[in-house]
């Protein structure tokens, strides 16, 4: 199983991005996608999980800011992050579990003026 992630990159405290995630290779038609975060010397966090049924999972402290949506036809997953603040700087990984866990390379997130 292959993870790409896309989307992010440097943004203004208030402002949005969207992540996207497509996954590749020999994936199991139910199975969880989803996003973490790292921080430098910090361990990694959920941010936000689906499963292929549509049950979501969010940390609450992206609730009412981020949502989480998939495309089971496609394999892809998508963030779209709103009224972003400093503290959302990170590296933020696709994730997929069937129930193994499969990580992408993550992209740079990265909220400053």
């Known amino acids: 199983v292959q993870l790409v992630e896309s989307g992010g990159g440097l943004v203004q405290p208030g402002g949005s991005l969207r992540l996207s995630c497509v996954a590749s290779?020999?994936?199991?038609?139910?199975?969880?996608m989803g996003w973490y975060r790292q921080e430098p010397g910090k361990q990694r966090e959920l941010v936000a999980t689906?499963?292929?049924?549509?049950?979501?999972n969010y940390a609450e402290f992206v609730k009412g800011r981020f949502t989480i949506s998939r495309n089971n036809a496609q394999n892809t997953a998508s963030l779209q992050m709103n009224n972003l603040k400093p503290e959302d700087t990170a590296v933020y990984y696709c994730?997929?579990?069937?129930?193994?866990?499969?990580w992408g390379k993550g992209t740079q997130v990265t909220v400053s003026s």
């Open positions: 290779g020999n994936i199991f038609s139910i199975n969880t």
């Open positions: 994730v997929l579990v069937n129930p193994m866990y499969y």
């Open positions: 689906i499963t292929s049924a549509g049950s979501i």
